[in-house]
């Protein structure tokens, strides 16, 4: 059984910085790729991811996370951190993770998803 648990949510001002762990519990064979995602209150949960990382450590960032966001991953302890940078209020949102696995060699890769950790900015 695969579980994904992230932590480091919390308050922060505006201009502030917090940094989000993704960790995958379970038999894993294989991370194919650690993914954040985020849902402001009110609202869906966006349907293009804030920030990705592979298996090979190749990223990608939203477009309005550029420049702030950095994901980075320790493959060796399935864990993803995302380190945000310059918050604003229109980040504030629970954060959710997304990982991509296989649980075999010969299996195919299928996402789980954690139950998110919530980033409050505000003065």
């Known amino acids: 059984q695969v579980q994904v648990v992230e932590s480091g949510g919390g308050l922060v001002q505006p201009g502030g910085s917090l940094r989000l762990s993704c960790k995958a519990y379970?038999?894993?064979?294989?991370?194919?790729?650690m993914s954040w995602y985020r849902q402001a209150p009110q609202k869906q949960r966006e349907s293009i991811a804030v920030a990705e990382i592979t298996s090979r450590g190749r990223t990608d960032y939203a477009d309005s996370v550029k420049g702030r966001f950095t994901i980075s991953r320790d493959n060796g302890k399935n864990i993803a951190y995302l380190q945000l940078n310059s918050l604003k209020p229109e980040d504030t949102a629970v954060y959710y993770c997304?990982?991509?696995?296989?649980?075999?060699?010969?299996?195919?890769?299928?996402?789980?998803w954690g139950r998110g950790t919530p980033v409050t900015v505000s003065s």
């Open positions: 379970g038999s894993i064979f294989n991370i194919d790729y």
């Open positions: 997304k990982v991509g696995l296989q649980l075999g060699p010969a299996g195919g890769v299928y996402d789980y």
